[in-house]
Protein backbone atom coordinates (compact mmCIF):
# COMPACT_ATOMS: atom_id res chain seq x y z
CA UNK A 1 0.00 0.00 0.00
CA UNK A 2 1.47 3.45 -1.06
CA UNK A 3 1.97 6.56 1.24
CA UNK A 4 -1.07 8.91 0.53
CA UNK A 5 0.91 11.87 2.09
CA UNK A 6 4.29 10.95 -0.49
CA UNK A 7 1.91 10.12 -3.52
CA UNK A 8 3.56 11.91 -6.29
CA UNK A 9 -0.37 12.20 -8.04
CA UNK A 10 -1.59 14.05 -4.75
CA UNK A 11 1.39 15.83 -4.41
CA UNK A 12 0.66 16.89 -8.40
CA UNK A 13 -2.75 17.59 -7.83
CA UNK A 14 -2.36 19.54 -4.90
CA UNK A 15 0.36 21.86 -6.69
CA UNK A 16 -2.35 22.09 -9.42
CA UNK A 17 -4.59 23.26 -7.21
CA UNK A 18 -2.81 25.99 -5.44
CA UNK A 19 -1.83 26.89 -9.09
CA UNK A 20 -5.91 27.42 -9.48
CA UNK A 21 -5.90 29.10 -6.19
CA UNK A 22 -3.30 31.69 -7.44
CA UNK A 23 -5.12 32.69 -10.34
CA UNK A 24 -7.79 33.08 -8.65
CA UNK A 25 -6.93 35.61 -6.60
CA UNK A 26 -4.89 37.61 -9.01
CA UNK A 27 -5.50 40.46 -7.05
CA UNK A 28 -2.99 39.21 -4.18
CA UNK A 29 0.51 40.63 -5.61
CA UNK A 30 3.78 38.85 -4.95
CA UNK A 31 4.80 41.59 -2.65
CA UNK A 32 2.03 40.38 -0.47
CA UNK A 33 2.76 37.39 -0.73
CA UNK A 34 6.39 37.85 0.12
CA UNK A 35 5.76 39.68 3.21
CA UNK A 36 3.11 37.53 4.55
CA UNK A 37 4.56 33.79 3.55
CA UNK A 38 8.05 34.54 2.45
CA UNK A 39 7.80 33.10 -1.21
CA UNK A 40 5.85 34.25 -4.37
CA UNK A 41 4.73 33.67 -7.82
CA UNK A 42 8.13 34.30 -9.20
CA UNK A 43 9.75 31.70 -5.94
CA UNK A 44 7.30 28.84 -6.88
CA UNK A 45 8.32 29.10 -10.74
CA UNK A 46 12.25 29.14 -9.94
CA UNK A 47 11.30 26.07 -8.05
CA UNK A 48 9.59 24.59 -10.63
CA UNK A 49 12.79 25.10 -12.70
CA UNK A 50 15.70 24.12 -10.14
CA UNK A 51 13.36 20.96 -9.57
CA UNK A 52 12.67 20.00 -13.45
CA UNK A 53 16.39 20.14 -13.81
CA UNK A 54 17.17 18.22 -10.75
CA UNK A 55 14.93 15.58 -11.97
CA UNK A 56 16.39 15.83 -15.93
CA UNK A 57 14.41 18.16 -17.60
CA UNK A 58 15.28 21.39 -19.13
CA UNK A 59 12.97 24.04 -18.02
CA UNK A 60 13.64 27.73 -18.37
CA UNK A 61 12.37 29.82 -15.69
CA UNK A 62 10.41 31.73 -18.38
CA UNK A 63 8.54 28.80 -19.26
CA UNK A 64 8.02 27.77 -15.36
CA UNK A 65 6.75 31.76 -15.17
CA UNK A 66 4.14 30.90 -18.07
CA UNK A 67 3.47 27.81 -16.38
CA UNK A 68 2.50 29.45 -12.55
CA UNK A 69 1.13 32.64 -14.02
CA UNK A 70 -0.87 30.59 -16.75
CA UNK A 71 0.65 32.98 -19.11
CA UNK A 72 3.20 34.98 -20.09
CA UNK A 73 4.87 37.09 -17.06
CA UNK A 74 4.77 40.25 -19.02
CA UNK A 75 1.11 39.64 -19.58
CA UNK A 76 0.41 39.35 -16.37
CA UNK A 77 2.29 41.88 -15.38
CA UNK A 78 1.06 44.43 -17.69
CA UNK A 79 -2.87 43.27 -16.61
CA UNK A 80 -2.61 42.91 -12.81
CA UNK A 81 0.81 44.00 -11.52
CA UNK A 82 -0.11 47.12 -9.32
CA UNK A 83 2.96 49.91 -7.98
CA UNK A 84 3.82 48.28 -4.11
CA UNK A 85 3.01 51.02 -1.96
CA UNK A 86 5.28 52.61 0.29
CA UNK A 87 3.88 50.48 3.25
CA UNK A 88 4.80 47.17 0.75
CA UNK A 89 8.13 48.02 0.25
CA UNK A 90 8.85 48.90 3.55
CA UNK A 91 7.79 45.37 4.84
CA UNK A 92 9.15 43.60 2.39
CA UNK A 93 12.83 45.71 2.98
CA UNK A 94 12.47 45.04 6.94
CA UNK A 95 11.63 41.22 6.64
CA UNK A 96 13.80 38.32 7.87
CA UNK A 97 16.63 36.90 6.00
CA UNK A 98 16.43 33.60 4.20
CA UNK A 99 12.81 34.55 2.91
CA UNK A 100 12.59 34.56 -0.97
Known amino acids: M ?20 LDGRK ?25 AGRQGHEVSV ?7 YGMPYAEWKANYQREASPEQQAAFANRGPGQG
Open 27 to 51: DVQNIDLMNLAGFCRNCLAKWYAEE
Open 2 to 21: SDPLHDPAVEAAVFRRLLAH
Open 62 to 68: EDAKTRV
